[in-house]
């Protein structure tokens, strides 16, 4: 055993620190039933256009104008130069080009109203989608200009009894978004070129969530399997515990502060539950190995001294690792902020858990000397009573 005055008594704040993760908890917990998660795109579903710009974007211009555009949580980052623009909204553009369409209608008597949207037939290749509009003639409409060319592509005007169809050769998802970049040519002085426009329904963002979820539980199934099957159940349990830990702590403060949570956050927390459990391991084989070799000390002594044996390598990894995090917070761009920021906040607790939380359960638990002994081999102790 290591000298008494090498032992860092660790366990004698065991009951502090297990106040501390209580709270923490708590507060997590608490944020995320009252407030609750700030899903991004990926899971609410929304837009994502990409843009070209002739010259440098200029980015705080640029959110200047989506938020003026009334947008949901609008965000514009450099896409892998600094003239493309990535734009990300919880919108659908359509409903943009739904409500100026309407109140360009509105303009012409209250009872002019779109009554009406569907997908054009399949043999009219030439059109996208057709509107209905009632209360106004084909002439009022053509005299209005309500369907520029520029946003609306080339359109067709009919009858349907006492409405009037209108067949446009760009989908309003399209219209909107060249509306958006003449708004934004118009304020930023450049030339833009749409690049890439999608759309992810939310079915697709529910089943994204879903599958998420469902992975980070079965990781953590597989986690108390492996563990069990490697050490023994009480070091199953707290490993299990100091990741669930780790990870509502996470969620809980992406949750108090706001943050959007994307696949790349949801990547990351289960990176946290890989690095957090590869550091619990370190400290529970060193655990399991005193266990056997030191004769003499109490579990909490030897936990203790095992603690103490595997500081110096648990704070170097996590220091190198945390170095590289802040840098790629820093410099990383906005696309993986959340990822490295959650990373960051992962290691942090992840480094104090190995050491306050599975190691306190093991206290907990009254692990002995017992438990860890190694099985005796059938026919053993026959063969330690022959002469």
């Not at 529910?206 to 953590?220: I, P, S, T, Y």
């Not at 005193?290 to 390598?313: D, V, Y």
């Not at 945390?322 to 696309?335: C, I, M």
């Not at 099985?375 to 002469?387: I, L, R, S, T, Y």
Request: with cysteine.
């Amino acid at each position: 055993m290591l000298p008494e005055s090498k032992v860092i008594n660790f366990m004698g704040w065991r009951k502090t620190c297990a106040t501390i993760s209580i709270v923490l908890l708590l507060v997590s917990i608490v944020s995320l039933a009252v407030r609750g998660i700030e899903f991004g795109l990926d899971f609410t579903g929304g837009s994502q256009v990409e843009l070209g710009f002739d010259r440098p974007a200029d980015l705080p211009t640029i959110r200047s104008v989506l938020a003026e555009e009334g947008l949901e949580n609008p965000v514009a980052v450099l896409f892998g130069s600094d003239s493309e623009v990535l734009v990300r909204t919880q919108d659908a553009l359509r409903e943009g080009a739904l409500e100026e369409l309407e109140e360009r209608l509105a303009a012409l008597g209250s009872d002019v109203q779109l009554e009406e949207q569907r997908n054009a037939p399949s043999n009219q290749t030439r059109f996208a989608e057709i509107l209905v509009i009632s209360g106004a003639s084909e002439d009022q409409l053509r005299g209005a200009n309500l369907f520029p060319q520029r946003y609306f592509g080339d359109t067709a005007f009919g009858t349907e009894g006492d409405r009037v169809t209108v067949s446009i050769q760009n989908s309003l998802d399209n219209v909107y978004t060249q509306s958006l970049i003449g708004v934004l040519e118009e304020a930023t002085g450049a030339s833009i070129e749409l690049r890439r426009s999608e759309f992810v329904g939310p079915q697709v963002g529910d089943e994204l969530r879903d599958q998420g979820g469902l992975g980070l539980l079965f990781a953590l199934a597989v986690v108390m399997i492996y563990v069990a099957i490697r050490f023994q159940y009480k070091f199953s349990v707290g490993g299990v515990v100091a990741l669930v830990h780790d990870v509502i702590i996470v969620l809980g403060v992406f949750s108090l502060l706001g943050m959007d949570f994307d696949l790349t956050v949801l990547a990351a927390v289960l990176a946290v539950i890989g690095y957090s459990l590869n550091d619990t391991i370190v400290v529970f084989d060193r655990v399991r190995e005193n266990f056997r070799i030191i004769r003499r000390g109490s579990p909490k002594e030897i936990i203790n001294t095992s603690l103490t044996q595997t500081l110096e390598r648990t704070l170097l990894t996590s220091m190198t690792t945390l170095l590289v995090l802040v840098v790629l917070y820093v410099f990383g761009g906005e696309l993986i902020r959340g990822f490295a920021f959650a990373l960051l906040v992962g290691v942090l607790v992840g480094t104090y858990s190995s050491i306050y939380v599975s190691a306190n359960i093991l206290v907990t638990l009254k692990l002995t000397k017992e438990d860890l002994m190694p099985p005796q081999k059938e026919g053993e102790e026959q063969e330690d009573m022959m002469p």
